[in-house]
């Protein structure tokens, strides 16, 4: 008896809320404490990695001349590519204008080819170099998943390592803090702040951005697949499209979870006529909007400011009034 009360009241307390907690669980098992080779943390210099580039030329991590270097790992044909981390790649490359920023894409996967990446370069659209690494980088750098990626300074010691995929804001804004420059570790951003850019490519394989809808309303909508207010929300968003996308509405439907892939993704929004951009996130909305429950709602004025926000469902009234005080 006691325990069905107990679980009566996580159920009252829970409902209310009408959203999921973000699933923190990642592919693959293990619980992410693995122990790390000396040099492949922060603040450590990063061992050496040689590789054959998508040319057949041989070359090696510390070769590489640039104030930062970004490494990126991965293991195509066994994990697939996260192809957002291109795009933010290189987003980095050019906004950073006054410094030089080297790009390293390279697969540790032993039936990888030079060929095979090559034809991975194109297809990422990306203009850095991109190889299979030589000898055994998954215990020369400790990997635990693909992607890793880290940032590394001139001298090639770690100012970052993510053991999935990195966001471009939290890139720039480690090489910021190499310049005396600290971003605001508090929650946001609050209503009344500027929403920070974003870099995203679509399931269609679109790339956009944030700031390429400035002059636009933008209703950003966080969500995952295993969360069933999530998909009951695309039903409001479609009403609110219909009636306010001719008057300057944009709506972006962004997946936290980055491996519910592109194909996933789009099945998903076709079963529940959702036409809109969706697009499977890696690191942006979670470290840089603090998103912690999904579905997380985020309205964005025509000047890039954030103006409501909220997380659970939210019905089409409630949405609805919120943007006709922008439109």
């Known amino acids: 008896m006691r325990r069905a009360i107990a679980a009566l009241l996580v159920v009252l307390t829970v409902l209310p809320a009408a959203g999921c907690l973000v699933e923190e669980e990642r592919p693959g098992g293990g619980n992410g404490h693995a122990l790390t080779h000396e040099g492949t943390t922060r603040g450590l210099r990063l061992p050496d990695v040689a590789f054959t580039d998508h040319t057949g030329a041989t070359g090696s991590l510390h070769n590489v001349t640039a104030d930062f270097t970004i490494l990126h790992l991965e293991s195509p044909l066994v994990n697939g590519s996260f192809w957002p981390q291109y795009a933010q790649m290189r987003h980095v490359r050019q906004a950073i204008s006054n410094l030089t920023v080297a790009a390293i894409t390279l697969s540790v996967d032993p039936r990888s080819t030079p060929a095979s990446m090559a034809a991975l370069r194109a297809q990422a659209g990306a203009d850095w170099t991109v190889g299979v690494a030589l000898g055994d980088a998954n215990r020369t750098l400790s990997l635990r998943r693909f992607p890793t990626v880290f940032l590394l300074d001139r001298d090639k010691v770690v100012l970052d390592r993510s053991d999935e995929p990195l966001g471009e804001g939290r890139i720039i804004e480690s090489i910021q803090a190499t310049w005396g420059q600290r971003p605001d570790t508090g929650v946001g951003p609050a209503v009344g702040q500027r929403a920070p850019e974003m870099v995203f490519r679509d399931v269609d394989g679109n790339e956009g951005s944030l700031g390429a809808w400035r002059g636009q309303v933008v209703l950003v909508e966080v969500w995952e697949i295993e969360c069933p207010w999530c998909i009951e929300q695309f039903h409001e968003l479609a009403n609110l499209s219909a009636n306010y996308s ?38 942006n909305v979670q470290s840089r909007y603090s998103v912690w429950r999904v579905p997380t709602l985020l309205l964005i004025d025509r000047q890039g400011v954030v103006r409501w926000t909220t997380f659970g469902y939210s019905s089409c009234a409630t949405l609805a009034q919120e943007v006709e005080r922008l439109i």
């Open 246 to 283: 001719s008057r300057g509405l944009q709506l972006l439907s962004i997946d936290v979870v980055y491996w519910e892939t592109d194909a996933m993704v789009k099945a998903v929004a076709a079963q529940h006529g959702a036409t809109w951009p969706f697009a499977v996130d890696g690191d």
